[in-house]
């Protein structure tokens, strides 16, 4: 039990469609986070948000729109991706004191998404 | 700035032998440093910890690792590798002053040979 859900935890998709991704943290904390893991490749940060505001946005293509409603909810909006988006994407939460946070990060399991 | 550097994307061990994963880090200040593990399909997990203090690390499996500011490393060990340690093995620092978030290694997959 990490705290830290992601629906759906794989997903399949035509280049023209419109998805979104979903996590949901459980440990009451302020920071979220997205990161795209693709094979033989470091993993890469792509957005912070810290009490729910955006705080970091690694140079993401605009195909990619995240969305925070509350601390507890992250969402990443998929729309006209490429083949190349196809990884895993995960989602973590810590606890920020500050503008960004030093803290461990609990992570989701992850989406494996698709790209056809 | 801060970087990590893994050394050896693959480690082989057989069973019951030592594990060794090389973790170096580039930083401007005294880093925090980590160990996160990650199990196919899964998500990563935390293994270890340092922040301050104690220069050795008990994480969780039977892992340790040691702040070595000197040589800028903080490598990963086990004295007896499991079947159940195959996965991968990823080293990340931060910066405690908060300018920058956690800094990940490209991580090094662990095999165990029975």
């Known amino acids: 039990e990490t705290g830290v859900t992601q629906t759906p935890r794989h997903l399949v998709m035509g280049m023209t469609n419109k998805k979104s991704l979903k996590c949901e943290q459980h440990?009451?904390?302020?920071?979220m986070y997205w990161y795209k893991q693709s094979a033989k490749k470091p993993l890469e940060l792509m957005f912070v948000?810290?009490?729910?505001?955006?705080?970091e946005n690694n140079s993401v293509p605009s195909r990619f729109s995240p969305e925070c409603p509350n601390s507890s909810h992250l969402f990443l909006h998929l729309h006209t991706l490429q083949p190349e988006d196809s990884a895993l994407y995960l989602c973590?939460?810590?606890?920020?004191?500050?503008?960004?946070?030093?803290?461990?990060?609990?992570f989701g399991p992850g989406t494996r998404l698709t790209v056809l | 700035a801060q970087s990590v550097t893994q050394l050896g994307s693959h480690v082989s061990v057989s069973e019951g032998a030592l594990v060794l994963l090389r973790c170096n880090y580039s930083?401007?200040?005294?880093?925090?440093l980590f160990w996160y593990v990650q199990y196919p399909n899964q998500g990563l997990q935390l293994l270890l910890k340092?922040?301050?203090?104690?220069?050795l690390v008990k994480g969780i499996n039977g892992f340790e690792a040691e702040f070595k500011k000197s040589e800028t490393s903080f490598h990963l060990t086990k004295p007896s590798a499991h079947m159940s340690d195959a996965a991968e093995y990823f080293c990340?620092?931060?910066?405690?002053?908060?300018?920058?978030?956690?800094?990940f290694g490209s991580g090094t997959r662990l095999q165990v040979q029975p």
């Open positions: 948000y810290s009490l729910e505001e955006r705080v």
């Open positions: 440990l009451g904390h302020n920071a």
């Open positions: 990340a620092v931060s910066d405690p002053t908060g300018r920058r978030a956690l800094t």
């Open positions: 340092y922040t301050t203090g104690a220069t």
């Open positions: 973590a939460s810590s606890q920020m004191s500050g503008r960004v946070s030093t803290d461990t990060q609990y």
């Open positions: 930083s401007s200040v005294p880093p925090y």
